[in-house]
């Protein structure tokens, strides 16, 4: 298996280097390819991957080809290339809000595509990625796609018709749960503690917490019922919280998410 990018940016950067890292291919059998050439220069000295000066030169090389781009430049590079290179390969694309159905109108007839929806966090290997594929794509082909992206997190494969709901949960989460640790950290501040230090306490505080749901499999709720005694400090804080509709304003924030994704992918 070869894998070629178009585009070196920082999702592509955290894809080779989780691949690279996980020896899922050789060094040299991943190519990038960007209009920044300092982008492919700094990966293949520090990850040893293969540039192309191209990507119709890429095309020449690769068996799945990732669109790491922008949803707007992603189509116009796509069309413009020969139908002819895409023979026996697989597009996948990472753009957010760009549709199955957009991309194949930018690729020859019956083209496998795979659309994926990662977020930041595969930057630390920890990303939640959203995965589903038109009607041409092998099971074989859909395995291997899948270990790519399992070298930088959990894929997830869903109906398309999730995908707004997942950008509003995984993609865009991330700086909701950025801001609630801020949040928390100035709280600490108001009353007396170093921010730095703040910070890094309320983010342990948060991994942690994310690791229990995740590893015990318990509901949220019994856990915070674990945590809060009678009468304590716990229950004070979360009658606070709810008094001012803490849940019903995540809820809002979501649904606000959700509805600019479609109305930005045109649904």
């Given at each position: 298996?070869?894998?070629?990018?178009?585009?070196?940016?920082?999702?592509?950067?955290?894809?080779?280097?989780?691949?690279?890292?996980?020896?899922?291919?050789?060094?040299?059998?991943?190519?990038?390819?960007?209009?920044?050439?300092?982008?492919?220069?700094?990966?293949?000295?520090?990850?040893?991957?293969?540039?192309?000066?191209?990507?119709?030169?890429?095309?020449?090389?690769?068996?799945?080809?990732?669109?790491?781009?922008?949803?707007?430049?992603?189509?116009?590079?796509?069309?413009?290339?020969?139908?002819?290179?895409?023979?026996?390969?697989?597009?996948?694309?990472?753009?957010?809000?760009?549709?199955?159905?957009?991309?194949?109108?930018?690729?020859?007839?019956?083209t496998p595509i795979v659309r994926i929806m990662p977020n930041?966090?595969?930057?630390?290997?920890?990303a939640a990625i959203a995965l589903c594929t038109n009607d041409?794509?092998?099971?074989?082909?859909?395995?291997?796609?899948k270990k790519i992206f399992e070298s930088v997190g959990t894929?997830?494969?869903?109906?398309?018709?999730?995908?707004?709901?997942?950008?509003?949960?995984?993609?865009?989460?991330?700086?909701?749960?950025?801001?609630?640790?801020?949040?928390?950290?100035?709280?600490?501040?108001?009353?007396?503690?170093?921010?730095?230090?703040?910070?890094?306490?309320?983010?342990?505080?948060?991994?942690?917490?994310?690791?229990?749901?995740?590893?015990?499999?318990?509901?949220?709720?019994?856990?915070?019922?674990?945590?809060?005694?009678?009468?304590?400090?716990?229950?004070?804080?979360?009658?606070?919280?709810?008094?001012?509709?803490?849940?019903?304003?995540?809820?809002?924030?979501?649904?606000?998410?959700?509805?600019?994704?479609?109305?930005?992918?045109?649904?």
């Amino acid at each position: 298996m070869k894998i070629g990018f178009i585009g070196a940016g920082k999702m592509a950067t955290a894809l080779v280097n989780g691949i690279v890292s996980s020896k899922l291919v050789p060094s040299n059998d991943v190519f990038v390819t960007d209009i920044n050439a300092d982008a492919t220069a700094k990966l293949k000295q520090e990850l040893n991957v293969s540039v192309a000066d191209s990507v119709e030169n890429m095309l020449s090389k690769v068996d799945i080809v990732i669109t790491a781009v922008g949803p707007k430049v992603a189509p116009q590079i796509l069309s413009g290339i020969k139908d002819e290179l895409f023979k026996d390969k697989t597009v996948v694309s990472i753009a957010a809000g760009l549709q199955l159905d957009t991309l194949a109108a930018a690729l020859p007839v019956k083209t496998p595509i795979v659309r994926i929806m990662p977020n930041i966090n595969a930057v630390v290997g920890e990303a939640a990625i959203a995965l589903c594929t038109n009607d041409y794509v092998e099971d074989s082909v859909k395995a291997d796609v899948k270990k790519i992206f399992e070298s930088v997190g959990t894929v997830y494969e869903l109906p398309e018709s999730q995908f707004s709901i997942f950008t509003a949960i995984s993609g865009s989460s991330p700086a909701y749960a950025y801001l609630f640790i801020d949040s928390i950290a100035r709280g600490a501040v108001k009353n007396g503690m170093n921010k730095d230090l703040a910070t890094k306490i309320a983010a342990e505080a948060v991994l942690g917490s994310a690791k229990m749901i995740k590893e015990t499999g318990e509901e949220p709720w019994t856990l915070i019922n674990n945590v809060s005694s009678p009468g304590g400090t716990t229950v004070a804080g979360l009658v606070e919280l709810e008094d001012n509709a803490f849940i019903s304003t995540v809820i809002k924030g979501i649904d606000a998410t959700i509805n600019k994704d479609k109305e930005l992918s045109g649904k």
